[in-house]
């Protein structure tokens, strides 16, 4: 079991560990790496590695956002196979449509509770 979270520990924070290097040393905006990632765990997913990566370190590489777009992958090709093609298009955001709505509806309380404002520089 200690095995288990040392494992994800260090997966989660190489991933982490990445991202922090690469906003040290870029001018990439947050939201650019934010895609970067989405993209990089989708195309690792296309070619059956994500999935490897998960196996072994379990909700270190399943939690970030690169273990979103793994799941986007896996949720439009099971649906290519169950639907046909039009399952390339919904199968991605049925896999994810928890995730998806958890996140709004946390974005939209957290924006009732307290008041935003703009961040003076």
Same mark, same amino acid.
């Given at each position: 079991?200690?095995?288990?979270?040392?494992?994800?520990?260090?997966?989660?924070?190489?991933? *982490?560990?990445?991202?922090?290097?690469?906003?040290?040393?870029?001018?990439?905006?947050?939201?650019?790496?934010?895609?970067l990632f989405l993209v990089t765990g989708a195309v690792l997913q296309g070619f059956?590695?994500? !999935?490897?990566?998960?196996?072994?370190?379990?909700?270190?590489?399943?939690?970030?956002? *690169? %273990?979103? /777009? *793994?799941?986007?992958?896996? /949720?439009?090709? !099971?649906?290519?196979?169950?639907? %046909?093609?039009? %399952?390339?298009?919904?199968?991605?955001?049925?896999? *994810?449509?928890? /995730?998806?709505?958890?996140?709004?509806?946390?974005?939209?309380?957290?924006?009732?509770?307290?008041?935003?404002?703009?961040?003076?520089?």
């Amino acid at each position: 079991m200690a095995i288990a979270f040392l494992k994800a520990f260090l997966v989660g924070g190489a991933i *982490c560990m990445a991202g922090q290097l690469i906003i040290n040393f870029t001018h990439l905006t947050n939201g650019k790496l934010l895609v970067l990632f989405l993209v990089t765990g989708a195309v690792l997913q296309g070619f059956g590695l994500y !999935e490897k990566l998960i196996e072994f370190a379990g909700a270190g590489a399943s939690i970030p956002i *690169c %273990g979103f /777009g *793994c799941a986007l992958v896996q /949720g439009a090709v !099971e649906a290519v196979r169950t639907d %046909g093609w039009i %399952g390339a298009f919904t199968g991605g955001l049925s896999r *994810c449509a928890l /995730g998806i709505a958890v996140a709004i509806v946390s974005g939209y309380i957290v924006a009732i509770i307290f008041r935003p404002h703009t961040k003076k520089n």
